[in-house]
């Protein structure tokens, strides 16, 4: 029951073969037998689930289903969810019950999906590990002692392990696709603005981006289908007619044009996951595409401006968390000042700190043009870059991940060591474009990702990509023995 | 590049984050090395590139000057940390 697709426990709903309430109850069990161990979620919500999966019944049973209405999801605890705790996986939102719904939670509760829970994840997003979560660790199901990756890693990791058929994540810098790579699981990180922001907890606003993690690329259609759109909330929210991201699934790929990029298949590459994608560019190219070497001159810059950029923002957006309004506040303030430093000395873990420091220090006088503004400037050469390749090839493509997953605490004391594993995907949210990882095969038993971008708003195309090597390989059907 | 520890003092009040003698220890050697890290950036010549904002270069939308949201203000203060009279109470600022 598990490992089904999202298609098939839709049919099975529909067949009645199993009721939502009887799907719903299987995977809290799984939830509550497993994720002890995992620690993939910071609040399972029982109750409500059940509730939600007896209104999806309702549904069912009256023909006013849509397709995904009956199916549980989780999602990671940076949407609002009203009435439910929002941590953002951090002391300072410990106490914060969202008085409001993220659009994408309201767009999945409209679909009559059913939520089980909130996921763990990195501390405001901010981490590659999951390791800075005020809520502990997550474990990747592969192996125990190593890190799921992050920021998204609850919701990798439970999907991973099969307590969750399918979840939200969000990817600043790459928050979904990289813990994807690193768990083995399928993480679609859209173009930016496709999927609105309202309601998603910000890092950094001109980056972050909210998408699905699932076990395959049909199942990401599906529930992009439910959660992108255009959003007045949302002042970034792009205007366009909605797609149907499931439509291009099935098209041949025969002469389709695949970049790989120069840049990233050389030093600081694993071996082990370089010969994996290797073996996916011959396996993909005996399906008819082409492929060609490109080049993105300025690539090795995305990970130095991207700390510029993201930082900046992110100590302008965490300025809101002063004691006042909501959250943490310190105990026996003396003054105001004091009731500020103390919340927020309190609340914000080390690296939460340590990013809001730096980017005030980009930001503040007599520095912001030799950073931020220098910074900008670049990523508009990073955009350019991605615009010219686009011209030679349709998709673009190359590893996740530098390495395969590593060992708890093994970079928790170097920031920039940690900063560096997110190095393929940077560049993509600093030019908006989408971009996903699919599983591509296995290094020393652990999973790799392959990483799959495509041009603006061409996520059905990438989704194609992507479907089609999973009809080639079963590596997106390997799962965890430990959680079989 | 080395910052030195009064920088990192300074920062931290500017950031209103209160820290201990050995966080500001290890900050100030982590943002240096951070800071180093970025130096990069000052390779490439970026004379009249124009800085970008916003991936899709969007600009701000605008809208009819009309109220679109009903008035929740009881139900967003039922979260906040002391509230009295429908207004958010902080420590004294005026004696």
Redesign the interface.
């Known amino acids: 029951m598990h490992t089904k697709t999202l298609a098939e426990l839709s049919s099975g709903l529909r067949q009645r073969e199993y009721s939502s309430v009887e799907l719903t109850q299987y995977f809290l069990d799984r939830i509550a037998k497993y994720d002890n161990k995992l620690n993939s979620f910071i609040t399972v919500t029982n109750d409500t689930a059940l509730a939600e999966a007896k209104a999806a019944d309702k549904r069912l049973a009256t023909g006013e289903a849509d397709i995904l209405t009956g199916i549980p999801l989780a999602h990671k605890d940076l949407f609002c969810t009203h009435g439910v705790r929002t941590s953002c996986g951090s002391k300072m939102l410990d106490?914060?019950?969202a008085?409001y719904d993220a659009t994408v939670v309201a767009k999945c509760k409209a679909a009559g999906m059913v939520m089980l829970g909130k996921t763990n994840m990195d501390e405001f997003a901010m981490g590659s590990s999951n390791e800075t979560s005020f809520y502990g660790p997550v474990k990747n199901p592969w192996d125990m002692n190593t890190v799921p990756g992050g920021s998204s890693g609850g919701s990798v990791a439970a999907v991973a392990a099969n307590l969750v058929p399918i979840a939200t994540g969000t990817d600043t810098g790459g928050s979904i696709r990289q813990p994807s790579a690193l768990c083995g699981v399928t993480g679609l990180k859209p173009t930016?603005?496709a999927v609105s922001r309202y309601g998603m907890i910000a890092f950094a606003s001109?980056l972050d981006q909210g998408g699905p993690i699932t076990h395959n690329a049909e199942d990401a259609a599906l529930l992009l289908n439910v959660i992108s759109g255009y959003d007045?909330r949302d002042?970034?929210s792009?205007q366009q007619e909605l797609p149907d991201y499931t439509a291009d699934l099935n098209n041949n790929i025969k002469g389709l044009k695949i970049g790989l990029i120069k840049e990233h298949f050389g030093e600081g590459l694993d071996a082990g996951v370089n010969e994996v994608l290797n073996n996916s560019i011959k396996e993909l190219e005996q399906s008819g595409a082409v492929f060609q070497e490109i080049s993105l001159p300025?690539s090795?810059?995305s990970v130095?401006?991207y700390?510029?950029i993201a930082l900046g923002e992110c100590?302008s957006n965490l300025?809101r968390y002063?004691?006042?309004?909501?959250?943490h506040?310190c105990d026996d303030?003396?003054?105001?000042?004091?009731?500020?430093?103390?919340t927020?000395?309190e609340g914000?873990g080390a690296e939460v700190?340590?990013r809001?420091?730096?980017g005030?220090?980009v930001l503040?006088a007599g520095y912001y043009d030799a950073?931020y503004?220098?910074?900008?400037?670049?990523?508009?050469?990073i955009?350019e870059d991605f615009k010219a390749a686009f011209k030679q090839v349709d998709v673009i493509l190359g590893p996740t991940a530098p390495t395969t997953a590593f060992e708890i605490g093994a970079k928790m004391n170097d920031?920039?060591t940690m900063y560096l594993s997110d190095i393929y995907t940077i560049a993509c949210n600093?030019?908006?474009?989408p971009a996903m990882s699919i599983p591509a095969g296995f290094s020393d038993n652990m999973p790799v990702g392959l990483h799959l971008v495509g041009n603006?708003l061409k996520e059905a195309q990438i989704l194609n990509v992507a479907h089609q090597y999973q009809q080639l390989t079963d590596w997106h059907k390997q799962k965890p023995v430990d959680f079989s | 590049m080395s910052l030195p520890k009064e920088e990192v003092e300074k920062i931290a009040n500017l950031a209103k984050i209160a820290l201990t003698e050995s966080e500001i220890s290890m900050y100030t050697k982590q943002l240096s090395d951070i800071l180093d890290f970025v130096e990069q950036m000052n390779t490439v010549d970026t004379t009249d590139i124009i800085p970008m904002a916003h991936p899709l270069d969007a600009t701000a939308r605008l809208r009819e000057d009309v109220v679109s949201e009903s008035d929740q203000r009881d139900h967003f203060q039922n979260i906040a940390p002391q509230i009295e009279n429908g207004l958010y109470l902080v420590p004294q600022v005026i004696e």
Do not use: E, W
């Open positions: 106490n914060f019950i008085p930016y603005g001109s007045k002042s970034t792009i300025h090795h810059l130095p401006i700390y510029i100590s300025s002063d004691g006042v309004r909501f959250g506040r303030p003396q003054d105001l000042l004091d009731m500020y430093k103390r927020r000395a914000f700190k340590r809001i420091m730096l005030t220090y503040s950073y503004l220098k910074a900008q400037q670049i990523r508009r050469l955009s920031p920039i600093l030019a908006g474009l603006y």
